[in-house]
């Protein structure tokens, strides 16, 4: 065995601790084979090898059916070889008979991650930081497809969907999430939705910043242009406009850029460092 961290002989006695248990970790491979079996000495060195191809994405726990006839009856294994795969203390999926490597590949792709490889989640979050929305969209669609009643998925499509533009669709997923989904999340989310409304009717980037060209104090284009700013996740550019304005015209739409800042810190969070400066530099604006 190239990687005996990642293979294992296991049997009634240690079933529950190292593939149950173990499972709530790790994903395991369970084959149950025997010294008979022709088709079961085949796959073994497969899955033997890929154990090690993956480094750690899973463990392979190997039963001997004939040394373990009380575990084979209670788990149900009428044939050898039988393989199953155990995540979260569950059975998610399984196959028998000995199948070519790339078709056993294919199989440990739905439910495992490859060395270096990320799941959805975690692509559409790197996406999202660098502006790249087409791609956490079909990175979360894909998770979706997995997990559809995720409500962190869920949620983080409606933060991808408010940020493409399309409000009504991300509305209608926010106002399905439970209680029980992250509320600081929630409410940037609901920010970046409220910002969004308030580009219906506003004028094209462009023209806005030729507006402030010619009259640097034009406080509606600066307030337009900084809300377009949110909505294209330039919040640097957001955080400078509004306090600028807030400095210079307390009065455009009622206090509008103060309000604006203080949904901008919901939306990006309190534990972000730009929250806590422009948090400070407001504060002293004020009062």
């Known amino acids: 065995m190239n990687e005996p961290a990642f293979v294992a002989d296991v049997g009634d006695a240690d079933f529950q601790s190292a593939v149950v248990e173990r499972s709530e970790s790790v994903p395991v491979l369970v084959d149950f084979w025997a010294e008979w079996c022709a088709p079961c000495k085949s796959l073994m060195p497969v899955l033997e090898k890929l154990a090690a191809d993956y480094r750690g994405g899973f463990v392979l726990a190997r039963v001997n059916a004939d040394q373990e006839t009380d575990l084979v009856r209670r788990v149900g294994v009428r044939s050898l070889p039988t393989v199953l795969l155990v995540k979260g203390g569950q059975v998610v999926d399984h196959f028998q008979g000995a199948l070519p490597e790339g078709q056993v590949r294919a199989f440990l792709d739905r439910h495992v991650e490859r060395p270096g490889q990320q799941g959805p989640a975690e692509a559409a979050a790197e996406a999202v930081a660098r502006g790249d929305y087409d791609a956490a969209r079909q990175a979360l669609e894909t998770a979706l497809q997995e997990h559809p009643e995720d409500a962190a998925l869920r949620l983080e499509m409606a933060a991808v969907l408010a940020a493409q533009g399309e409000v009504d669709a991300a509305r209608a997923i926010v106002d399905t999430l439970p209680d029980d989904v992250d509320q600081a999340r929630l409410a940037g989310v609901r920010a970046r939705l409220d910002f969004a409304t308030r580009l219906a009717g506003a004028a094209p980037v462009a ?58 810190f919901e939306l990006l969070g309190s534990e972000d460092p730009r929250v806590k400066e422009y948090r400070r530099r407001l504060f002293t604006l004020m009062y």
């Open 207 to 264: 023209e806005l910043q030729a507006r402030l060209e010619t009259d640097p104090a034009d406080s509606e284009a600066a307030y337009q242009l900084a809300t377009h700013a949110v909505a294209a996740g330039d919040y640097d550019t957001a955080l400078s406009l509004y306090m600028d304005l807030a400095r210079r015209d307390r009065a455009y739409g009622e206090d509008a850029a103060r309000k604006a800042l203080l949904e901008l």
